[in-house]
């Protein structure tokens, strides 16, 4: 069903993926894994036909159905694929929900059915806007548009960063129920053990190129150690205070009713739940994005927010001129934070044309070197794999030894096993 033949692919005087032959039957799916910035997104942008509509170049072809896609038209590769990509919000067109699906299904003449978001839980969201949605609840939508349509290729691109374990449940039997009616998917995934037992290949890529590329072999994926707990400084006092928090979004429910919590100084607390529960909202609430209907809230020191898009973080087109501008022109804390963050390879690339594990460590080593007293972090190891995720916790964890105050909103175990604090939202 799907053919790809890839001499080489990317962006000239930039990133490039090379020598990649890959085929996948109807019926099959192809697992592709490899570490942050290895090459994985730019090979969906490949499969696609969209890389060189963003300023890339592929010297090879892409078959789909027995066609070239750069000989078909947008509309029939929208027709043969559904796309699901990392960074949910740029998929979205809609101004609420209800306009986002019908408008997504009246392209492919789809009668607009609510049944696929009602079983993603977004019925009771039918009129709520689509720029308050959580990403969890973003990615539940688009999941509930391809569902709803008929599709020959599914390729899904970091598909369980923001789901609850509920709906990664509901996630993973569509997969294999797209599989038994003879779809063909795509599944890029840091956590590929979660889709072991799939016919067809895993693809290890590193550096642009395949690592590995066969039947599934657990001796070709590397592992990395977990996490080391470490030894936490004792808090000493109040870093955020909330009492008596009220807040809705226009239009809609109460999302928070008379909430009340600390977090102490010194310490690693996380807001986890379900998706939609509100753990964004209340981050963005305790670092003063949005503000109470009611209630209040207070901060003992100075505070950053870090979104779950790192691109709304950032002030300068690069990542050197990021840090340094962090850093206050210190280079040297700046080779500190490039080493421990390992960022070497991509200081001087446009911000645009990292990967979205690069942008997210970026982001999280220039709140770094800013010296804030409380970092509040949304999803701060989503899109990342192993080895990066433990040098981010890492990263995070000396912040509080160093007396700093960290809060993140997660779904990854590998953070809540670390945390002093968990707050449940939505409980």
Same mark, same amino acid.
């Given at each position: 069903?799907?053919?790809?033949?890839?001499?080489?692919?990317?962006?000239? @005087?930039?990133?490039?993926?090379?020598?990649?032959?890959?085929?996948?039957?109807?019926?099959?799916?192809?697992?592709?894994?490899?570490?942050?910035?290895?090459?994985?997104?730019?090979?969906?942008?490949?499969?696609?036909?969209?890389?060189?509509?963003?300023?890339?170049?592929?010297?090879?072809?892409?078959?789909?159905?027995?066609?070239?896609?750069?000989?078909?038209?947008?509309?029939?590769?929208?027709?043969?694929?559904?796309?699901?990509?990392?960074?949910?919000?740029?998929?979205?067109?809609?101004?609420?929900?209800?306009?986002?699906?019908?408008?997504?299904?009246?392209?492919?003449?789809?009668?607009?059915?609510?049944?696929?978001?009602?079983?993603?839980?977004?019925?009771?969201?039918?009129?709520?806007?689509?720029?308050?949605?959580?990403?969890?609840?973003?990615?539940?939508?688009?999941?509930?548009?391809?569902?709803?349509?008929?599709?020959?290729?599914?390729?899904?691109d970091e598909p369980l960063v923001y789901l609850d374990d509920e709906a990664r449940g509901t996630v993973a039997k569509a997969a294999w129920e797209a599989l038994a009616h003879g779809a063909s998917l795509v599944v890029v995934d840091h956590d590929p053990w979660f889709w072991r037992g799939m016919p067809?290949?895993?693809?290890?890529?590193?550096?642009?190129?395949?690592?590995?590329?066969?039947?599934?072999? @657990?001796?070709?994926?590397?592992?990395?150690?977990?996490?080391?707990?470490?030894?936490?400084?004792?808090?000493?006092?109040?870093?955020?205070?909330?009492?008596?928090?009220?807040?809705?979004?226009?239009?809609?429910?109460?999302?928070?009713?008379?909430?009340?919590?600390?977090?102490?100084?010194?310490?690693?607390?996380?807001?986890?739940?379900?998706?939609?529960?509100?753990?964004?909202?209340?981050?963005?609430?305790?670092?003063?994005?949005?503000?109470?209907?009611?209630?209040?809230?207070?901060?003992?020191?100075?505070?950053?927010?870090?979104?779950?898009?790192?691109?709304?973080?950032?002030?300068?087109?690069?990542?050197?001129?990021?840090?340094?501008?962090?850093?206050?022109?210190?280079?040297?804390?700046?080779?500190?934070?490039?080493?421990?963050?390992?960022?070497?390879?991509?200081?001087?690339?446009?911000?645009?044309?990292?990967?979205?594990?690069?942008?997210?460590?970026?982001?999280?080593?220039?709140?770094?070197?800013?010296?804030?007293?409380?970092?509040?972090?949304?999803?701060?190891?989503?899109?990342?794999?192993?080895?990066?995720?433990?040098?981010?916790? @890492?990263?995070?964890?000396?912040?509080?030894?160093?007396?700093?105050?960290?809060?993140?909103?997660?779904? @990854?175990?590998?953070?809540?096993?670390?945390?002093?604090?968990?707050?449940?939202?939505?409980?």
């Open positions: 069903m799907l053919e790809a033949h890839v001499r080489v692919a990317g962006y000239r @005087d930039g990133f490039t993926i090379r020598n990649l032959d890959l085929r996948v039957q109807d019926g099959e799916a192809l697992i592709v894994t490899g570490p942050s910035g290895s090459g994985k997104t730019t090979l969906i942008r490949v499969l696609t036909g969209v890389l060189d509509r963003i300023g890339g170049f592929l010297d090879g072809e892409v078959i789909i159905d027995g066609q070239p896609v750069s000989a078909m038209e947008p509309w029939r590769i929208y027709e043969l694929v559904a796309y699901i990509p990392q960074e949910p919000w740029y998929a979205l067109i809609g101004y609420t929900v209800h306009s986002e699906y019908c408008y997504a299904l009246s392209q492919l003449g789809v009668r607009c059915d609510h049944t696929s978001l009602e079983k993603l839980g977004l019925r009771g969201k039918l009129d709520s806007l689509t720029v308050n949605l959580s990403a969890g609840e973003t990615q539940r939508l688009i999941w509930a548009e391809a569902f709803a349509r008929r599709y020959r290729v599914l390729i899904l067809g290949k895993l693809l290890v890529m590193e550096n642009g190129a395949a690592k590995y590329y066969g039947e599934w072999s @657990d001796e070709a994926l590397a592992r990395v150690e977990e996490p080391e707990v470490y030894r936490r400084r004792t808090g000493s006092g109040v870093a955020v205070e909330v009492e008596n928090l009220w807040f809705k979004y226009p239009g809609e429910k109460p999302l928070f009713k008379g909430v009340s919590f600390t977090i102490e100084k010194s310490s690693l607390a996380g807001l986890t739940g379900r998706n939609g529960a509100g753990k964004t909202t209340l981050l963005k609430l305790m670092a003063g994005v949005l503000k109470p209907l009611k209630g209040s809230v207070r901060r003992f020191g100075r505070a950053t927010y870090i979104p779950e898009n790192p691109l709304l973080y950032f002030t300068k087109p690069t990542p050197r001129e990021e840090l340094l501008y962090a850093a206050g022109g210190g280079v040297d804390a700046v080779e500190e934070a490039v080493e421990l963050f390992n960022l070497a390879g991509v200081l001087d690339r446009p911000l645009a044309k990292l990967s979205s594990g690069e942008r997210r460590r970026l982001a999280l080593a220039s709140a770094y070197l800013g010296g804030f007293d409380i970092y509040l972090v949304d999803e701060p190891t989503g899109g990342l794999d192993q080895a990066n995720a433990v040098r981010v916790l @890492d990263a995070l964890t000396r912040l509080v030894e160093n007396g700093g105050t960290v809060v993140v909103a997660t779904h @990854d175990k590998r953070v809540v096993s670390l945390l002093d604090d968990d707050i449940r939202v939505g409980d």
